[in-house]
């Protein structure tokens, strides 16, 4: 079994087996129905356990093998519950985790409660952490594994009134990046996804103001640039190939440049451009 996972490893999205959190809609149920096509068992994770069990049949309805767990990231007992679930359903050792589980939230900072950040970094942060704690150690037991996780171009793009998502989404892209180097000996490959806008329901269904929720969702189906079924593709073949970074878009692409060329400058222009937003 070990040096079948091991030879696996060298493109961890094919002929395995996974898991994906918030597989019940957008990227992640397109992570799912990817994996799915490259022959890979996948344990489908949801808060909704319906919405969950929609990507499995979609995945079984395919010739491909599924099954939907429950489970809210944000709660440390119920992902190692999936943890240990998830071996058993597959019978076989996860070779792949995709922690894509998170929320959207928006607003001026002092619009922001406590609560509203605790939700926030409940799900968007510590789901990722508890995703990496329960299945890094079984990772390094058979020598090999794979993660990706889910930030944002949010990790950098420090756009104002999006405070909360952007700390998160940053968080998650600092683990991803300590965990690409930390675990390189141990050949578990890390991938961090930072996209920028992309067609999922992560608008309707988080805490954004009403004066941006409209706009927010104009953007979404006019400006992304993309797909999640091709985010997905993509993301999984960087992480196939041992890439730390996928920024799908060229918009990602570009703040991303700024920022490292000239941090103040572009804090400068974010500031000068916020004045002009009512």
Not at 100 to 122: Q, T, Y
Request: net charge neutral.
């Amino acid at each position: 079994m070990l040096n079948i996972l091991k030879f696996r490893s060298s493109k961890p999205s094919y002929n395995g087996y996974a898991v994906v959190t918030g597989a019940g809609s957008g990227i992640g149920r397109s992570f799912a129905l990817e994996l799915a096509k490259r022959n890979t068992a996948v344990v489908c994770a949801d808060l909704k356990l319906e919405s969950a069990e929609e990507t499995a049949a979609m995945i079984e309805e395919a010739g491909g093998t599924a099954y939907a767990v429950a489970c809210d990231v944000g709660k440390a007992e119920q992902v190692e519950a999936l943890a240990d679930k998830a071996e058993q359903l597959l019978g076989n050792p996860v070779s792949l985790v995709i922690n894509n589980a998170g929320v959207g939230i928006g607003g001026k900072f002092e619009e922001l409660s406590l609560e509203d950040w605790k939700w926030a970094m409940d799900v968007n942060l510590w789901g990722v952490v508890h995703g990496c704690h329960y299945f890094v150690p079984g990772f390094k037991k058979q020598g090999c594994g794979a993660i990706i996780n889910v930030a944002s171009a949010a990790s950098y793009t420090a756009a104002p009134e999006m405070s909360a998502y952007n700390v998160t989404k940053a968080g998650v892209r600092a683990l991803s990046e300590t965990l690409y180097a930390e675990l390189k000996k141990d050949n578990i490959k890390v991938n961090v996804l930072c996209p920028t806008l992309v067609p999922t329901n992560i608008i309707k269904e988080g805490r954004i103001p009403d004066r941006y929720s409209k706009l927010a969702d104009h953007a979404l189906m006019n400006y992304a640039m993309t797909t999640s079924d091709s985010v997905a593709k993509l993301t999984l073949n960087r992480l196939d190939k041992g890439e730390l970074y996928t920024t799908p878009q060229v918009d990602a692409k570009l703040f991303w440049v700024m920022k490292r060329v000239s941090p103040n400058l572009y804090a400068d222009f974010l500031g000068f451009s916020y004045r002009f937003v009512k």
